[in-house]
């Protein structure tokens, strides 16, 4: 089965129901459901669909659970509307061909190992959100940017482990010194920008954003 689409009607999917489907393509969810997780079983809802490329989550899901996407190496596009507040712990890992998500204001917890291993090129970090769990971005070697809130309390192991990485982070650097940061967590030659609205006037590694760009000021304001 290559595309199913399933009715309104349903307001409940069982346990391990797309997991290992490796036909799927596409897949058309109920607006009813309120959960993509499986709480008897280790498999996410799509565990393993190595074909999926596409997936649009409907409104009123609140969360995405373990595992939910992982091995999906095919998946190029998900939609994730506003009013989810939660994505499990290796709920996109091997998606090695999803290089954009936007992640919704509504997201509160992002699990460990949530996007290891993915394709992501660059990402912002919702600002409800208060860790960065271990290994989120693990081997995420194509991770070239992350916008980090000043809502970020923790950044767990090997976390933004990810060489050259830039890290524009949404506060000061006095502020940056409190978040506590697992020895590793971050890779010795990542470069944090700190924001600044208005050009300062010092020197320092310093960002904007620029028509929804993170933009580093300096004399040319050149956007990295």
């Keep these: 089965m290559k595309t199913i689409v399933i009715p309104d009607t349903v307001t409940d999917l069982g346990a391990d129901i797309f997991a290992n489907c ?4 596409s897949v058309t969810l109920p607006k009813g459901i309120t959960e993509l997780k499986n709480e008897k079983s280790s498999y996410g809802f799509f565990s393993k669909c190595t074909s999926l490329t596409t997936v649009v989550i409907p409104e009123g899901v609140t969360t995405l659970g373990d595992n939910c996407f992982n091995g999906c190496n095919s998946l190029t596009s998900v939609t994730i509307p506003n009013g989810v507040k939660s994505i499990g712990k290796s709920c996109f890992r091997g998606c ?13 917890t992002i699990s460990e190992r949530a996007f290891q291993q993915s394709g992501i090129t660059e990402i912002t970090i919702p600002e409800n959100v208060k860790s960065i769990d271990k290994y989120t971005f ?6 070239e940017s992350i916008v980090i809130p000043t809502s970020i309390t923790s950044i767990g192991d090997k976390a933004l482990s990810i060489e050259n990485l830039k890290i524009y982070y949404y506060g000061t650097d006095e502020q940056y010194g409190t978040i506590a940061i697992t020895e590793g967590a971050i890779a010795e030659n990542a470069t944090v920008y700190y924001y600044s609205e208005s050009e300062p006037s010092s020197d ?5 954003m620029k028509e929804g760009v993170p933009t580093v000021w300096d004399k040319n304001s050149e956007t990295v």
């Excluded at 693990?138 to 991770?143: D, F, G, I, T, V």
């Excluded at 320092?204 to 904007?208: I, K, L, P, V």
């Design 22 to 25: 490796t036909a799927l393509e």
């Design 96 to 108: 090695s061909e999803l290089k954009t998500i936007n992640l919704p204001s509504s997201i509160e």
């Design 138 to 143: 693990y081997n995420c070697s194509a991770l």
């Design 204 to 208: 320092g590694n310093y960002w904007y």
